[in-house]
Each structure stands twice: as structure tokens, then as C-alpha cells.
């Protein structure tokens, strides 16, 4: 117990050594409610690749039950980012036919590469955002 | 009216003077101490949620060759690092659908697992992976393990590989 409490603060430590929490964040902001007086409403974020070196970012936006947005237009769906660098990202999102509010997740993504075999893991950043239409 | 009247008229004349200029005075204040000017400040921090993938880990094979695990001999599990500046996100870690890589056949009667732990801001032991975990302020320090394994037949010799999701989302 004693050696797995260490080895998980060695690893937390190495992590916190080339990550810095203050700046570091990979969807920015992770929560918002929007207005809108159309049967559609725009959000944006910011996204940023949090390793040191380039990666590819990959955009996705799910419904409120993990299913693909129909309708919704994104303005990245993928991009590759220095590291360290961000992106903003703009989607327009459609509210259900009858409904006047709705929320969806926006998905960051990064497959960081490696050079291990076997399984590989990638990191997914999800912000909530959600609409009332004014009418 | 005699001297002695005037003067002790004009001294109480006076002093009301004085008295009523002093209220005056003091009313003034008063009401100048009542108005008070504010200055305002704001600002706003964003919720923010991080996920750093630190090393991937290794598959290991059983020795049935039924199941492929990172808990298995020669496998390795995953560690990840995840920083948030709230308490208003959870993780959970997601198995894939199918193999990224793998011998044709491999997903067939093949069900994809995961588990995960953490320590530092959050303390939790998870042995279903698409279960959602609070998170606490601060750093996490997570381990994912990862197994696919075949309800029926084994796998055959080959290079595998699957992707895994650690998910960090504001539910």
C-alpha cells in the first residue's frame, strides 16, 4: 500500500514537474449556459495541448447522451497544436425541433504518441455547454 | 433695557449662533459621511480540467492466450495525471470498441474491460472504468488497466493494440 501510495506520488510528481496547473487546461471554459433568439446557438472554447511537444487534437461534440451532434458544424474537427499552443474553437449547435433549451458536450482529444507497444491511452477533455431559446 | 440686559441677550444670541452654526456643521458631516463611494472589482476564474497521458502501458498475454491485459505477466498499466482548479469535474476511463491493431478476427466475442485508481486530490478504486469519479481540486494521480478478453476462442500470435479514453467531463 505504502509502495503503491509512492510510486502513484513519484508519478504525480514527475507529472507536475513538466506540467504546469496554473496555465495548463485543455478545454477552456468547461461549463457555460448560452442564449439564443434562433433555433440554433454558438459556443466558444479554447483548447490547448498541455505536452511539450506537437500533438494532434481531435474536436468532437456529443449529445446529451453520447451521441453525435446532428446538424452541428464545427470549426476544427482536428488540428495539430505545438505544444503548449491553443486553439479556439467555434461550434453552432441546433437546438431539438420543439425544445427551447438543450446541452452538449464538446470534446477535446489528444493521442499523445509513444513509443510502447500494446495498448495505448488517450486523453479527452469534455466541457458542458448548454442553451435557452428566447423567442 | 438696561446694559446688563443687552449683554446677556447678545451672549445668549451668540451662543445659540454658534450652537446652531455647530449643528449646521455637524448635519453636513453628518450627511457627507452617509455618501460613500464604492469601488468594485471582479474577476472570474474558468473551470479548467487537464488530462496528461503519462506513459501507455503494455499488454500482457494469459497463458491461454484468451485474454490480453495489462494485468497479466509482461504487461504494464497506464498512469495519467489529471489537474483541475474546481470540484465540479469527474473521470472515467473508457474501453475501445475494437482493436487498433490486431490479426483479422481479433474482435470477434472479444469484450473490452477497464479499471482505474487514484491518489492525491481525489482518492478513489474503480473496477469499472465507465463508472464516473468525482474529482477533487487539485492534482490526481491516476493508474488505468485495460484487458480485452474473448468469451469464446483465443487470440492468435500478432501485434495488438487498442486505445483507451481517460475522460475528464463536467457532468
Same mark, same amino acid.
Given at each position: &500500500?505504502?509502495k503503491?501510495?509512492?510510486?502513484? &506520488? ?9 506540467l504546469?496547473?496554473?496555465c ?5 471554459? &468547461?461549463?457555460k449556459?448560452?442564449t ?14 498541455p ?7 481531435e474536436?468532437?461534440?456529443y449529445?446529451?447522451?453520447?451521441r ?11 488540428a ?18 420543439g ?5 452538449? =458536450?464538446?470534446?477535446?482529444?489528444i ?8 495498448a495505448? =491511452? ?6 458542458? =455547454?448548454s ?5 | ?5 443687552n ?20 448635519a ?7 455618501v460613500?463611494?464604492q ?20 499488454l ?35 474501453p ?15 469484450v473490452?474491460?477497464?479499471?482505474y ?10 473496477p ?16 488505468v488497466n485495460?484487458a480485452?478478453?474473448?468469451?469464446e ?5 500478432g ?7 481517460v ?5
Open positions: &500500500m505504502i503503491r501510495f509512492s510510486r502513484s &506520488m513519484a508519478v504525480l510528481g514527475s507529472a507536475l514537474a513538466t504546469s496547473p496554473a495548463a487546461q485543455t478545454v477552456s471554459p &468547461m461549463e449556459i448560452h439564443s433568439f434562433t433555433d440554433k446557438y454558438v459556443v466558444q472554447i479554447t483548447i490547448r495541448n505536452y511539450a511537444n506537437g500533438q494532434l487534437s474536436i468532437e461534440i449529445s446529451e447522451d453520447w453525435p451532434v446532428r446538424g452541428a458544424v464545427l470549426s476544427h474537427k482536428s495539430y497544436l505545438g505544444g503548449g499552443e491553443n486553439l479556439q474553437v467555434t461550434a453552432l449547435v441546433p437546438f431539438h425541433p425544445r427551447k433549451t438543450r446541452y452538449v =458536450y464538446i470534446c477535446h482529444a493521442t499523445p504518441k509513444s513509443g510502447g507497444r500494446g495505448a =491511452y488517450r486523453g479527452e477533455v469534455c466541457g458542458k =455547454y442553451a435557452i431559446q428566447l423567442s | 433695557m438696561s446694559n446688563k440686559t449683554k446677556s441677550v447678545c451672549a445668549k444670541l451668540s451662543l445659540f449662533s454658534i450652537s446652531a452654526a455647530m449643528v449646521a456643521v455637524m453636513q458631516s453628518a450627511h457627507a459621511v452617509d460613500d463611494g469601488a468594485v472589482f471582479s474577476g472570474l476564474i474558468l473551470d479548467s480540467c487537464t488530462v496528461n497521458v503519462l506513459n501507455p502501458g503494455l500482457g498475454v494469459a497463458t491461454d492466450q484468451a485474454k490480453l491485459s495489462s494485468e497479466e505477466i509482461g504487461g504494464a498499466p497506464a498512469a495519467a495525471a489529471i489537474v483541475t482548479n474546481s470540484n465540479n469535474s469527474s473521470v472515467q476511463v473508457l475501445p470498441l475494437a482493436f487498433e491493431t490486431a490479426p483479422v478476427g481479433s474482435d470477434v466475442n472479444t473490452f474491460t477497464t479499471k485508481n487514484l491518489s492525491g486530490s481525489t482518492t478513489a478504486d474503480e469499472d472504468g465507465n463508472n464516473l469519479t468525482p474529482l477533487g481540486l487539485g492534482a490526481s494521480a491516476m493508474v485495460a480485452a478478453e474473448k468469451t476462442g483465443t487470440y492468435n500470435g501485434q495488438y493494440s487498442f486505445v483507451t479514453t475522460r475528464c467531463v463536467t457532468p
